[in-house]
């Protein structure tokens, strides 16, 4: 039998004063859903465990006047799996407008995903720039605006 705060359903039930035997537990679950009138004073608990999508977090490569166009496009495509087209028009993106955005993901990934393009800029010597920042709530719902995952949305 489960009990309060496993997150599983309470199976079973017995009356006051007497414990569930095997045949009780064996019951179909259509005849288990007495009344609260019924239940003469045994506990009966359901937890519901609603879930909620998790806070999407927007990765962004900044513009430096050192980091090449070609490296910004060959870390797209191995970083963010990013096709070359699409890692193409980030890489003008962030050129044109100082900012990109090369995908939406969950924290976890997204910081792993700043670490891996900063280590790779670093170790090329490269001064790209690349963080994470969270998207905009629309109206508190999060995971809103599509997307996400590897190749998520651009934001483009």
């Given at each position: ?32 859903r ?9 506990v ?11 806070r ?17 496009v060959?870390?797209?495509v ?23 955005v ?17 280590a790779?800029?670093?170790?090329a ?7 994470a920042?969270?998207?905009?709530d ?19």
């Amino acid at each position: 039998m489960g009990t309060a705060g496993t997150g599983r359903r309470v199976v079973g039930f017995a009356p006051r004063g007497r414990a569930p035997c095997h045949g009780d537990i064996l019951q179909s679950m259509a005849e288990r859903r007495p009344s609260d009138r019924q239940l003469d004073g045994a506990v009966l608990i359901e937890r519901r465990v609603g879930t909620r999508r998790p806070r999407m977090y927007r990765v962004l490569l900044h513009n430096d006047d050192y980091t090449t166009m070609e490296f910004v496009v060959a870390i797209l495509v191995s970083c963010f799996h990013r096709s070359r087209t699409d890692a193409v028009r980030i890489m003008l993106e962030v050129h044109h407008q100082g900012i990109g955005v090369a995908g939406v993901f969950p924290r976890e990934v997204a910081e792993v995903k700043v670490a891996e393009a900063t280590a790779a800029a670093q170790s090329a010597g490269m001064p790209l720039l690349v963080t994470a920042e969270p998207e905009a709530d629309d109206d508190d719902d999060r995971g809103g605006g599509g997307g996400g995952g590897e190749g998520g949305d651009d934001g483009g």
